[in-house]
């Protein structure tokens, strides 16, 4: 009587491993996609083919096109593996901890820039389907809120700490963030006033210094 065959053992984390490699590719490849045809005329067997996966495993993974959309938002959010939420990964997380008020500014400040950097390209696309894809307009509302939800941390840890400018609401603070800190305002002083990256970043930070810190505190050199 033969011995019968041992089973092999159910590599589950090289099964996960290939399944987060073969995401990674999709959202790669989505993201120049989106960047060279527009949302509209990229298709999931598009994104499927060039990544080299199953049209199945996108729907899997993705649920729909909207979905691929918002995983590669997530993603480039966040800039980290895996996507954590924003205020859960490196840069957020050293803001917070900083005491000094304006040298917590300068810190969002850096840190929003390098998620600008990412995201804009793709926020344009998404923007740019919104306009005629009620899926995606509704997606652009949810990040939008998303945004305003961490950057009202900023405000809120000044409050906490009495280095918010008296008389200022920690959400007044918070929308005047989400408004001066926007994609939009970064792209309009970038490409019409021809601004470099770093003097956006000198004005950004000089000019939530002075709006949301008291005087005695929101003192320094402009940039020019």
């Given at each position: 009587m033969s011995k019968p065959k041992k089973r092999r053992s159910y590599d589950a984390s090289r099964r996960r491993l290939r399944a987060e490699e073969s995401r990674e590719r999709v959202l790669d490849v989505a993201r120049r996609l989106f960047a060279t045809r527009g949302?509209?005329?990229?298709t999931i067997e598009a994104?499927?083919?060039?990544?080299?996966?199953?049209?199945?495993t996108v729907y899997a993974a993705f649920q729909s096109k909207r979905g691929v959309l918002s995983a590669l938002m997530a993603r480039l959010v966040s800039?980290?593996?895996?996507?954590?939420?924003?205020?859960?990964?490196?840069?957020?997380?050293r803001v917070m901890a900083e005491t000094d008020p304006r040298r917590m500014l300068a810190l969002f400040v850096a840190d929003l820039s390098g998620v600008q950097?990412?995201?804009?390209?793709?926020?344009e696309v998404m923007k740019s389907a919104a306009r005629t894809e009620p899926d995606v307009a509704e997606l652009l509302a949810r990040m939008q809120a998303y945004r305003f939800s961490n950057i009202e941390t900023v405000p809120a840890?000044?409050?906490?700490?009495?280095a918010l400018r008296p008389g200022l609401s920690v959400e007044d603070a918070a929308r005047t963030i989400w408004a001066l800190a926007s994609p939009e305002v970064r792209q309009m002083v970038l490409t019409f006033a021809?601004?470099?990256?770093?003097?956006?970043?000198?004005w950004l930070e000089e000019t939530l210094a002075a709006v949301l810190l008291p005087p005695a505190s929101s003192g320094g050199s402009k940039p020019t």
């Open positions: 949302y509209a005329e990229t994104i499927a083919t060039e990544a080299d996966v199953a049209v199945p800039g980290e593996p895996g996507a954590p939420p924003l205020l859960q990964t490196a840069g957020p997380r950097e990412r995201v804009i390209p793709t926020y840890k000044l409050a906490e700490s009495g021809g601004w470099s990256g770093e003097r956006y970043r000198a």
